[in-house]
């Protein structure tokens, strides 16, 4: 959140140039239970509510009053509802971006003097449900408890989830649900898939590794998590098959399209779970994953393929970031067939300062992807097109990266800068990474027409 704030004199002066506000549409005074409320509810209270992921509530009128100040401020500067996608450069499937209306009411609110409105026009709060977001799981795998010890600093972890099946079963969802929403912060997870004579049991090797406090290689992270197929070569890794961050549900797609092939023997490897500081009380946190099984096999399997660190196309020049330097690097993949693209995935860390992608067909017109101005450790989301986007063969896909190793980054883990490197897939926070993930579909006449959207 603090690396907005150098913008914000900026911001500020702007505002004041362009301050000749006109109140066209706004009601004569603003209360909460008439209009901040809606908008609180629809957009807010998913994360800020007494079980969500924000450190605090907004659901009361007495919470709304108490932040409303700040509310004003961060709805302004578009620091929340988080959504770092430019959303003039592309949209995608639920997105939070409140209109200019929303953020005058904000505004008006606090110069009204925050009153509360009639009681009988409050709302009623949306129906969060808690052992998933989705639906009734039809199998749950718990992760393993981790204890957050008081005062604990921010921890990635690679964590395994391993289980073992009758049967080999179609799966047409698989959803993360965080033990504890206020520390759980995000999670990118993989599914190993064991041939079934090769492993005597999944259920051996560790089951968390702290990475930041392992200088472990990754290799040998795996086998200390006893990966390797017991005659020590590799299962075969399906990437990117679950993934959580506050507000995001898991992503069900059209009857048809997608779901996973889940063998009888397997793990979850969830390749970077983040946990965020704690205060002074310590954290159990359970966590666990939902399956959603169907009978329907995926006759179209969600493909994949990334771009930069670790992936199909090197990152250029090179990811050498030197200190006091800002830093531009690409990522450039050509696409040998026509594909429709469901999702992408956009993965820097704490020196990333904007993200930009985006398809060069052979008649060298451009389609969009993603454009992230002001790139946020915090939010890496899987944007999900509403439509699939038709992507022609012969297309090169460019994946640009800004890195900022200045002072000027307030999330710059090193003070002073230092020489900081990819460490090849390191995935430490304070090592670098510029990968570009993108799940897609091979292209079929029409695809471009199924809705992606969940309402
Ligand atoms: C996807 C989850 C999510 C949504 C949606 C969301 N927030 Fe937040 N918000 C957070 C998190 C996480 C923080 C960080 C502080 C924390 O952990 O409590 C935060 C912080 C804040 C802060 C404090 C800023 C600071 O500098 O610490 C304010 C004010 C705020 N949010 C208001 C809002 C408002 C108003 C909305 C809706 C218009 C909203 N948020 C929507 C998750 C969310």
């Keep these: 959140m603090h690396k907005q704030v150098n913008t914000i004199y900026t911001a500020l002066i702007l505002l004041l140039l362009v301050s000749c506000n006109d109140a066209a549409d706004l009601p004569a005074t603003v209360t909460f239970t008439e209009h901040i409320a809606p908008v609180l509810y629809n957009n807010c209270t998913i994360c800020h509510r007494p079980e969500g992921s924000a450190h605090f509530s907004l659901v009361s009128y007495q919470e709304a009053k108490k932040y409303a100040a700040a509310n004003e401020y961060v709805t302004r500067q578009r620091i929340m509802p988080p959504w770092p996608a430019d959303p003039h450069y592309t949209e995608f499937t639920g997105q939070r971006v409140l209109d200019d209306n929303d953020i005058k009411l904000f505004e008006k609110w606090v110069k009204d003097g925050t009153p509360m409105g009639p009681e009988e026009m409050l709302p009623s709060l949306p129906n969060y449900p808690s052992g998933s977001d989705i639906g009734n799981p039809d199998m749950r795998i718990p992760v393993q408890p981790y204890l957050l010890s008081a005062n604990s600093l921010d921890k990635f972890l690679l964590v395994k989830v391993p289980f073992e099946l ?34 005597k049991t999944v259920f051996e090797g560790e089951q968390i590794l702290d990475m930041a406090a392992d200088t472990a290689t990754l290799l040998q992270a795996y086998q200390r998590l006893g990966l390797p197929n017991d005659d020590g070569t590799y299962p075969t890794l399906q990437k990117s098959v679950v993934n959580y961050l506050p507000g995001v549900y898991g992503q069900i797609y059209p009857q048809g399209i997608g779901g996973y092939k889940l063998p009888r023997k397997g793990a979850f490897l969830l390749n970077d779970l983040h946990y965020g500081f704690t205060n002074n009380e310590s954290i159990m946190d359970s966590s666990f994953i939902n399956i959603f099984f169907t009978p329907v096999p995926p006759n179209r399997p969600v493909k994949e393929f990334q771009l930069g660190t670790l992936g199909v196309a090197p990152v250029e020049p090179d990811m050498l970031i030197q200190p006091n330097k800002v830093k531009k690097v690409y990522s450039r993949y050509t696409i040998p067939a026509d594909i429709s693209v469901l999702t992408l995935n956009p993965h820097m860390h704490l020196l990333g300062k904007s993200f930009k992608a985006y398809a060069l067909q052979p008649n060298r017109d451009t389609i969009r992807l993603i454009s992230i101005p002001n790139w946020d450790f915090n939010w890496q989301y899987f944007y999900t097109f509403k439509k699939m986007v038709h992507v022609p063969a012969g297309s090169t896909i460019v994946a640009e990266g800004v890195y900022d190793n200045t002072t000027q980054n307030l999330n710059n883990p090193f003070s002073p800068p230092k020489l900081v490197t990819d460490q090849n897939g390191s995935m430490k926070a304070t090592d670098e990474m510029f990968q570009f993930i993108v799940t897609y579909l091979p292209y079929l006449p029409g695809d471009e027409l199924i809705s992606l959207d969940r309402n």
């Design 166 to 199: 009758p049967n080999d079963t179609f799966a047409s969802v698989i959803e993360f649900i965080p033990g504890r929403r206020n520390v759980v912060h995000h999670v990118n997870g993989d599914m190993v898939k064991y041939e079934f004579d090769k492993k």
